[in-house]
């Protein structure tokens, strides 16, 4: 029998971006640009089973709201029965370019952190911009996006709506990942 993460990957590769979960490597590297010790409100898009999610909610302070974004039904209802007991944690089943409205629903304090691991590479070109253009909206000044990718071919697109503060490439995850560590650019007028 499949892992639900490999089967939703045959059934979706458009949405799930790799056959295997992040390494302990990646997660650690994606983690490193948060200050757990004052985030109020953490954003992920796409976790999927949940592995950035788990080493979120371990370092995380009881009172920091975070907020799990998936689009995947599966994913969604794995993730509910699996953060049941967990005060501050909301696993939306939805899209990301709709996550201003969610926090508002949620009463959640504005968005410090955005953990994204979304394929931008085999997303609609047109939904990746609605996603990038609604995080930097959403994002607080000073909030970062956190991206991981397979590939760099999405960076012009990235660099519309954000400025780059750090770029890591770790080798250590199946398959090697880029880590960019965003923070929202002004909006054009």
């Not at 979120?56 to 689009?71: C, D, F, P, Y």
Request: hydrophobic residues 40%; glycine residues 6%; positive net charge.
């Amino acid at each position: 029998m499949l892992s639900p993460f490999v089967e939703q990957f045959f059934r979706n590769p458009a949405t799930v971006g790799s056959l295997v979960p992040s390494s302990r490597e990646l997660s650690d590297k994606v983690m490193e640009p948060i200050d757990f010790t004052t985030a109020r409100c953490i954003v992920e898009y796409g976790p999927g089973t949940g592995v950035f999610t788990d080493v979120i909610i371990q370092r995380r302070k009881a009172e920091t709201v975070v907020v799990l974004v998936e689009l995947n039904r599966r994913f969604a209802k794995l993730l509910r029965e699996r953060y049941a007991g967990q005060p501050n944690v909301h696993v939306i089943h939805g899209s990301a370019d709709k996550t201003g409205q969610y926090l508002r629903e949620l009463g959640a304090p504005a968005a410090e952190y955005v953990v994204c691991g979304l394929p931008f590479s085999s997303l609609p070109r047109r939904q990746g911009w609605r996603i990038l253009e609604h995080t930097r909206d959403l994002l607080r000044p000073a909030g970062k996006l956190i991206l991981f990718q397979y590939s760099l071919q999405n960076k012009r697109l990235f660099a519309k709506f954000f400025r780059l503060l750090d770029h890591a490439y770790v080798l250590l995850n199946l398959p090697p990942a880029h880590v960019l560590v965003y923070t929202p650019a002004p909006a054009e007028e």
